[in-house]
């Protein structure tokens, strides 16, 4: 029994001296994996710190976009509304000028054809030129191209140059029917009153008469008053009071 705890005795003696031995082992291996625990955990929170602060930098980048984007978004509902609303306002100005424009065509074309009669009822001045503009404008008013303001346009435009006629005087020559041959001859117009006119050679003169749609001849009395107004219409000499044969002027 005494040897029996004796042998026990040694056996703690010597286990106890066998873990004295080896203690800096036993706690040297627990702290190093302790420490390298703590690096990978300091790693590791190290990370996910720069982590949150790219999130969280990214969050407000993002913040401010959609700040942006929605001040944009309304900006752009106000000018589609304000586009909207002038895009409406063109249709009806549209929709009206095509209204004006149909009403408006049967009365260019009725002015127009006033305006074909009245210069085939005229006085024989310049009718080259004049049927000439009167079958251009014809050819505006037919084309369907053209827009009604430019029709119009043209047709106000041959109107005002025939009315200028009743304001101004000139000298054009012209070969012109008398008792049966033609001459060439200086032609005035006295505005729309009268035409008159001379032979290069200055030996005949005379007028037209609308009412026998012809040309006349008129005495030698009146050779140098119509001489006269050829030179001032011609621009060769300055104006005066001068006493032509007109006749009587009847309203139309």
């Excluded at 042998?7 to 066998?18: G, P, Q």
Aim: charged fraction near 35%; hydrophobic fraction near 40%.
């Amino acid at each position: 029994m005494k040897a029996f705890i004796f042998f026990s005795i040694f056996l703690v003696l010597t286990a106890r001296s066998i873990r004295a031995e080896d203690f800096p082992d036993a706690v040297k291996k627990p702290v190093q994996e302790s420490v390298a625990v703590r690096q990978q955990t300091q790693k590791a929170e190290d990370q996910w710190s720069a982590e949150k602060a790219a999130l969280e930098a990214e969050y407000e980048a993002l913040k401010s976009e959609q700040a942006q984007l929605t001040a944009l978004k309304t900006r752009l509902e106000e000018e589609t509304a304000t586009r909207s609303a002038a895009c409406e306002a063109l249709e009806r100005k549209v929709n009206e000028i095509d209204r004006i424009a149909g009403e408006l065509a049967p009365c260019l074309q009725d002015a127009f054809l006033r305006l074909e009669r009245h210069i085939d009822a005229d006085l024989p001045f310049l009718m080259k030129e004049r049927r000439d503009r009167a079958k251009n404008l014809r050819g505006v008013l037919d084309d369907d191209r053209v827009s009604s303001a430019e029709k119009f346009r043209k047709l106000m435009e041959a109107l005002l140059i025939e009315a200028e006629y009743g304001n101004t005087v000139e000298v054009y020559q012209e070969r012109i029917p008398l008792e049966g041959k033609e001459i060439l001859v200086d032609v005035f117009r006295l505005g729309r009153l009268s035409l008159f006119f001379q032979s290069f050679d200055r030996k005949q003169i005379g007028y037209y008469n609308p009412a026998q749609q012809q040309w006349i001849g008129l005495p030698d009395a009146y050779k140098r008053v119509v001489n006269a107004a050829v030179e001032i219409g011609a621009k060769r000499r300055s104006a005066e009071v001068l006493n032509l044969p007109i006749g009587r002027i009847e309203s139309k």
